[in-house]
């Protein structure tokens, strides 16, 4: 049940409804059961390993207040990770252990497990092993009162795309019990469809281009494959901040603040602050697990090279198990290394023809670059295997053909020329919210603050918008969220 289908719609109005009517101390018992509804309404089995995971990541809080042993930590740590690497990762081991054994022995064949992946593992792993550590660490208090905990770890508008949430947050606005705010249903609401519009009226009809291109590759070349790279990275960012803009509408309204995951990343001004911008839940996370307690930047600038290159291989494999996925974690860890190591080359450029850093013409160039450079390393994401990725940049570079994007050749992909005007229009609208957001101005903020009649007619414009242009558009397809696999 993805947020962008009408039985969503039903079950989120239905939670409200109950949410508000129900005293403080029975929201968490709500927000509990719906959370397993949501999940159940997923796959009742995988529900109730769901909740076979909670009980043992909550006793497993409770051991980690009390023993203070790094093996009792490590076995705990091991055990809330083990879901995760069985379900997502046995094959890729057993592939690679028949790979070298078949080389070894001609009689060896293939193993593998028809495995599902139950719904946002990853999310709700990580989020359990951070809280497990925390427990552990002495920076939270362990959590007692099972019914918090649960709607903790299965908690419902997170479970799609995250974000991932920390046992200070949100914990700690379960035993508040979310107070009664008006405003907040206005926020949540507002939100909730502005992700609508991101995800359904624009990063659907950039799909159609990329999907186009993509299953199609020796019809294309130059210029159109081109853009279909630089389609996907904007396809890829729209879809996955919809998806989170939901999840954080559906908490507000429920009246609870989740941890933001997009900063205007595609306005950065280099590949590192793209990284502190983009997925910043994910990013942050192993900051403070993985890439910290390797020593960070303490133990000399080779070492932190090293510990950075790891977290970004291990968030390549994060997103999947095969090798595409980790060649673009390592790209993006070096291409970080290389920005650090060429800043002082940089600067000395800079200062030797005379600009100025805070020149608004060198930012927008560096977004530019930022872009190009992130775009490529999408390639690799969005392709089925290295070898397509590296087909599509030859084909890329099949000669330029730039005439190709204003001749029609682009509507040969499915998308139309009306869907590419709104497209372009949409896009328009997209940046310059995000560039009032990289300003410090906050639309959701100033539409709450806005006279009654003038917040009555944007919500109205923003919902006729979604269903004319989004469920009513050509490319609408409700539950195809890119980062729902993740």
Not at 84 to 105: H, M, R, V
Not at 111 to 116: D, L, M, N, T
Not at 272 to 298: A, C, Q, T
Not at 313 to 328: D, E, V
């Amino acid at each position: 049940m993805a947020f962008n289908t009408f039985a969503f719609l039903g079950f989120f109005t239905a939670v409200i409804i109950l949410y508000y009517a129900l005293p403080g101390k029975l929201r968490p018992f709500l927000a509990a059961v719906a959370s397993l509804a949501f999940y159940a309404i997923y796959d009742i089995k995988l529900t109730a390993l769901l909740a076979v995971y909670t009980v043992y990541v909550y006793l497993f809080g409770l051991v980690a207040s009390k023993n203070k042993s790094k093996p009792v930590l490590a076995a705990m740590i091991i055990g809330a990770l083990a879901p995760l690497l069985i379900c997502k990762y046995l094959n890729l081991g057993l592939s690679i252990f028949d790979a070298i054994l078949g080389k070894i022995s001609n009689s060896w064949g293939t193993h593998a497990f028809s495995i599902v992946i139950p719904l946002g593992i990853s999310y709700f792993t990580f989020k359990s092993i951070g809280y497990i550590v925390d427990v552990y660490k002495g920076s939270v208090e362990p959590e007692r009162n099972f019914v918090i905990f649960a709607a903790f770890v299965t908690f419902f508008p997170e479970m799609l795309a995250g974000p991932i949430d920390r046992s200070d947050n949100l914990l700690k606005q379960l035993h508040d019990g979310a107070p009664k705010k008006f405003t907040d249903v206005q926020a949540g609401i507002l939100m909730l469809f502005w992700g609508y519009f991101e995800k359904m009226c624009v990063a659907d009809r950039l799909k159609i281009i990329v999907d186009g291109v993509y299953s199609d590759l020796y019809s294309y070349r130059g210029a159109i494959v081109i853009l279909s790279i630089a389609c996907y990275s904007l396809e890829i960012y729209l879809d996955f901040a919809g998806c989170t803009h939901m999840a954080l509408g559906v908490g507000k309204a429920l009246g609870f603040d989740l941890p933001i995951n997009f900063r205007q990343p595609y306005l950065s001004v280099s590949v590192r602050d793209f990284w502190r911008n983009w997925h910043i839940s994910l990013m942050d996370w192993f900051k403070d697990y993985v890439y910290i307690p390797m020593g960070g930047s303490r133990k000399g600038t080779l070492r932190k090279y090293i510990n950075a290159l790891t977290v970004f291989a291990l968030s390549g494999l994060w997103h999947g198990a095969g090798l595409s996925f980790l060649l673009w974690g390592i790209l993006n860890g070096l291409l970080q290394i290389g920005g650090n190591i060429l800043n002082p080359f940089k600067d000395k450029v800079y200062r030797a023809l005379k600009i100025a850093e805070e020149s608004e013409g060198l930012a927008w160039f560096k977004r530019l670059g930022t872009f190009i450079l992130m775009s490529c390393t999408w390639v690799f994401f969005r392709a089925e295997s290295t070898r397509q990725a590296m087909l599509i940049f030859k084909r890329a570079f099949a000669g330029l053909d730039a005439i190709r994007l204003f001749d029609g050749s682009v509507y040969l992909t499915g998308l139309t020329d009306k869907n590419a005007h709104i497209l372009v229009l949409f896009l328009l609208i997209i940046l310059i919210f995000d560039y009032c957001g990289l300003k410090g101005f906050k639309p959701v903020d100033f539409m709450l603050r806005s006279h009654w009649l003038f917040k009555s007619f944007v919500f109205i414009l923003l919902v006729l918008t979604v269903v004319v242009f989004g469920i009513y558009g050509t490319a609408y397809d409700a539950g195809s969220f890119i980062y729902m696999q993740f």
